[in-house]
C-alpha cells in the first residue's frame, strides 16, 4: 500500500447542464506506482480528461466531485484552492494538448520558466533564471540562452512543447499528466516527445499519465492501460497483456478501437470494421452497458443491466457480460 | 499572356484525369519589424500580411509533378509545414500558382479565368479538416447542400430538393431527421458528412481531401473512411487524399507521395512504399509510427531536429541537414527524381535500395538542431 504513488477510488464528477445531471466520471478506480506509466485510452467525451482534471482539481466551480484521490496517502479530492497549490507543480503536473494555449503569448519563454519556479520556490530572480536555463536544456531544447529570451511565436510547436513539459517539470514533480501532449504534433515530433518523456521519466523517477485516443501510444509506451467509454472504466490490464502475443482483449469496446485503427498492414481500400453510431448521451446514460447500443455482440442481458468491472483474470479487469474470446482478433 | 482557353474535354482513355507539372507555388514574407525568422509563420506564408518590407520568398510549393487516373487515389503525406495544402490549394487555383501547369479533364487550369475557370473546377471538389469550419452557422443542412446546385443552375426548386434527399442519404443521414438541421446541431461526424454530400452534389471526379478525418475520433473516422470508399466504388470518384497519418493514407489510396519542404520525395504504389520504401525520409516516418503491433519495439526518433526555414531551404537534398545518409553530393546536387522500381520514384542520390554510401559527413554545420540532440 505504502508504494502507491496515486490511488484513485471511485471518482465520481458530475455537471448539471440544463437542468440535467451529467455524469462525466462514474465510479473511476486506478492506482499509479512510482516511475510507472498509465495510458488512458478513449473517445472524445469518454471521461479521460476530466477524470484528471478533477485529480488536479482544475474543474470549474460547482462540479460535484465524489470519492478519493490519494496521493501518497494524502487526499486531494474537496482540497481548497490554496492547499492544492502546494501540491500542484511540485507532485503533480500536467500538459496539455495545445502548447500554443498553453503558453502566455506575450511572455518571454523565459519570464514564463521562471515564474514557475518562483511560485513554488523562495529563490532569488536570478537563481530561478539559471533554473530556467537548466530546465531548457533538460528538455533537449538546442541554443538554451538563445530561446530563454524569445516568445513562444518564435519556436515551432514541438519546441513549444518542450517548453510546456519544462514548465511542468519546473518543482520536479513526482506525477505528470500529459493530456493529448502529443496530438498535435507531427509522427516524427511526437517520437521525439515521447522518446523525451521517457528519458525524463527515467531520470527524475517520475510516474506517467498519458491522456490519449491513441492506441498505438498505448502499447508502445505504456506499462498499464485503462479504456474509458462513457465516464466508466470498461477495461484495464497491462500494456503487454492488452497488446501483446496472442492479444488479450475482451471488452468489445477495445476490439473496436483497435480495429478501426488503420494498420500499415491492412491493403489498400480493404474494408474497416464498422461500429455505427455514436457514444450515449451522458446526461440519459442506458440503464445497462452503455457501449450496448452499438455492439455487435449485444443480447438481452447487456441492455438490462450493466456488467461491473470486476478482475476475472489476474490484474486483468474488465466490463462485459459475452466478452470476446481470444482476443477477439478480427 | 491571357492565352485562348481550350475547351473542356472529356479525358480519352488512359489519360490523366489530373496531370500536375512542376508546379511552383510562392508567398512573400513581410516583416513586421524584427526579422521575419519565425519558422511557422513563414510556413504559413500570408501571415505577415501585406505590410513591412519583404524579409524573403518562401516557395511553399517547389516544382511537383504527377498525374491521377480516372478513379485512382493518390495519398500525399508530409509533415506540417511540407506544403501539401498550399499543393491542394494551387491545384484548385486558390490561390493561383506562380509556375506551373494543372491539366485537369484535358483543361488547362492555370490559364482560365472567371466563368471558364468555374466550369472546369466543377467536377473538383474540396473536403476540409474542419468541418464545422467549412459549413455556414446560420445555415440549414438543406441549404448547405442546395448551395452548389443553385450556383450552377442544377434543376428547379423541386429537383434540387430531391437530389439533396438523395445526397443526405448517400452519406448516411437521414433527410427527415438531419435536413432541417443547423451544423451545431450535428456530431462531428455527421457534420463532415454533411460536407461530403456537398461534395459529391454536382457529381465531381475528384475530390480533394485534405485532412478530411483527422479530427474525427477513431470509430468516427472509420465510418467517415468506409463512406469514402463506398463513394469511390459507387461514383468511380478519384482522390487526392493530404493527410499527415501515414497508415491513413495507406488505407485509402493506391499510389502514396511524400513530401518534404516543398517537394515529392518519393512516390509510388502504396504497398511498394511502405513495404520497401526508397527515400530516408520515408522510413523516418514510418519509423516514427507507434505500433499496436504485440511486442513490436517501441517507435523511436529516427530523425533528429525539425524542418528547417522554408524561407531558406538547405542547398541541394533539402532533407540533407537531417538525413543519416548525407554526403558533400547531397549539399550541391539536388537529385532529382529516378524510376528505381515500376512507377516507384525517389529523388535521393543514396537511396535506401543501395547500400549507404562509405564516407557519411554529418553536415554538423547545418544540424542547428540536430546536434545537440544526439548528445542524448
Given amino acids: 500500500m505504502t508504494d502507491v504513488l496515486l490511488q484513485v477510488d471511485d471518482l465520481r464528477v458530475s455537471f448539471v447542464v440544463g437542468g440535467r445531471e451529467l455524469r462525466a466520471v462514474d465510479g473511476v478506480s486506478f492506482s499509479v506506482d512510482p516511475g510507472r506509466t498509465l495510458a488512458i485510452i478513449g473517445e472524445s467525451g469518454s471521461g479521460k480528461t476530466v477524470c484528471c482534471r478533477a485529480i488536479m482539481g482544475l474543474l470549474p466551480l460547482g462540479t460535484a466531485i465524489g470519492g478519493s484521490a490519494r496521493l501518497r496517502g494524502a487526499e486531494l479530492i474537496g482540497l481548497s484552492d490554496a492547499e492544492l497549490r502546494k501540491h500542484r ?11 500554443a494555449r498553453s503558453l502566455n503569448p506575450t511572455m518571454r519563454v523565459g519570464v514564463q520558466i521562471t515564474e ?8 532569488s530572480r536570478h537563481e530561478a533564471q539559471t533554473q530556467a536555463i537548466e530546465l531548457l536544456r533538460l528538455v533537449r531544447i538546442p541554443a538554451a540562452e538563445r530561446r530563454f529570451h524569445e516568445y513562444p511565436h518564435q519556436l515551432s510547436g514541438g519546441m513549444r512543447q518542450r517548453v510546456v513539459i519544462a514548465i511542468a517539470l519546473a518543482c520536479r514533480p513526482k506525477l505528470l499528466m500529459a493530456d493529448e501532449a502529443t496530438t498535435s504534433l ?23 499519465i498519458l491522456i490519449s485516443h491513441d492506441m498505438g501510444l498505448a502499447a508502445s509506451y505504456a506499462d498499464e492501460v485503462i479504456v474509458m467509454y462513457a465516464g466508466k472504466i470498461v477495461e484495464q490490464a497491462p500494456a503487454l497483456r492488452l497488446f501483446g502475443a496472442g492479444g488479450a482483449v475482451r471488452m468489445r469496446y477495445t476490439r473496436a478501437l483497435l480495429d478501426a485503427v488503420p494498420h500499415l498492414e491492412r491493403p489498400a481500400h480493404s474494408p474497416l470494421p464498422i461500429v455505427g453510431g455514436r457514444p450515449p448521451d451522458p446526461t440519459a446514460l442506458p ?21 461491473a468491472l470486476l478482475e476475472h483474470a489476474p490484474n486483468h479487469r474488465w466490463a462485459c457480460w459475452h466478452p470476446c474470446e481470444n482476443g477477439g482478433a478480427a | 499572356m491571357t492565352a485562348e482557353p481550350t475547351p473542356p474535354d472529356q479525358p480519352a482513355a488512359g489519360e490523366p484525369l489530373l496531370s500536375v507539372r512542376d508546379l511552383v507555388q510562392e508567398f512573400v514574407v513581410r516583416t513586421r519589424g524584427a526579422a521575419g525568422t519565425d519558422r511557422t509563420s513563414a510556413a504559413e506564408g500570408v501571415l505577415f500580411g501585406t505590410s513591412g518590407s519583404k524579409a524573403g520568398v518562401v516557395q511553399a510549393v517547389s516544382g511537383v509533378s504527377f498525374d491521377i487516373m480516372p478513379g485512382e487515389t493518390l495519398g500525399i503525406v508530409g509533415e506540417t509545414g511540407s506544403g501539401k495544402s498550399t499543393l491542394a490549394r494551387a491545384i484548385l487555383q486558390a490561390p493561383r500558382p506562380k509556375s506551373g501547369s494543372v491539366m485537369f479533364r484535358g483543361t488547362e487550369l492555370t490559364r482560365l479565368r472567371g466563368r471558364k475557370l468555374l466550369q472546369a473546377r466543377r467536377h473538383m471538389q474540396f473536403v476540409f479538416q474542419d ?8 445555415w440549414k443542412v438543406r441549404s448547405i447542400i442546395d448551395e452548389p446546385l443553385v450556383a450552377y443552375h442544377a434543376g428547379d426548386r423541386t429537383a434540387r430538393g430531391k437530389r439533396v434527399d438523395e445526397l443526405l442519404d448517400l452519406v448516411g443521414l437521414d433527410p427527415a431527421r438531419y435536413a432541417k438541421r443547423h451544423p451545431r446541431e450535428l456530431s462531428g461526424g455527421q457534420a463532415q458528412r454533411v460536407a461530403i454530400a456537398r461534395a459529391v452534389a454536382l457529381e465531381p471526379s475528384l475530390i480533394i481531401c485534405d485532412e478530411a478525418v483527422s479530427s474525427l475520433d477513431v470509430l468516427v473516422q472509420a465510418q467517415v473512411l468506409s463512406l469514402f470508399e463506398k463513394l469511390r466504388a459507387e461514383l468511380s470518384l478519384s482522390y487526392l487524399f493530404i493527410a499527415h497519418d501515414l497508415s491513413l493514407v495507406k488505407q485509402v489510396s493506391d499510389r502514396v507521395a511524400v513530401m518534404y519542404l516543398g517537394k515529392l520525395c518519393e512516390i509510388g504504389p502504396g504497398e511498394d512504399v511502405y513495404r520497401q520504401p526508397l527515400h530516408p525520409y520515408t522510413r523516418a516516418l514510418l519509423d516514427s509510427i507507434p505500433s499496436t503491433e504485440p511486442g513490436a519495439a517501441r517507435a523511436t526518433a529516427t530523425i533528429k531536429g525539425e524542418p528547417p526555414s522554408p524561407i531558406n531551404p538547405p542547398s541541394g537534398c533539402r532533407f540533407r541537414t537531417r538525413c543519416p545518409r548525407a554526403t558533400d553530393l547531397c549539399a550541391t546536387e539536388e537529385p532529382k527524381p529516378r524510376e528505381l522500381a515500376a512507377a516507384h520514384f525517389v529523388a535521393c542520390h543514396y537511396p535506401l535500395s543501395q547500400p549507404a554510401p562509405v564516407a557519411t559527413v554529418v553536415t554538423a554545420a547545418d544540424a542547428t538542431t540536430g546536434a545537440t540532440f544526439r548528445s542524448a
Fill in chain 1, 116 to 123: 514557475a519556479i518562483r511560485t513554488h520556490r523562495k529563490v
Fill in chain 1, 89 to 99: 507543480g511540485s507532485d503533480i503536473a500536467m500538459v496539455f494538448q495545445d502548447p
Fill in chain 1, 287 to 307: 440503464p445497462g452497458c452503455s457501449f450496448a447500443p452499438r455492439c455487435g455482440s449485444a443480447a438481452d442481458d447487456c441492455v438490462a443491466k450493466a456488467p
Fill in chain 1, 186 to 208: 507531427d509522427v516524427t515530433t511526437q517520437a521525439q516527445i515521447m522518446e523525451l518523456l521517457l528519458e525524463l521519466q527515467h531520470e527524475l523517477d517520475m510516474a506517467l
Fill in chain 2, 131 to 138: 468541418p464545422f469550419g467549412s459549413l455556414d452557422p446560420k
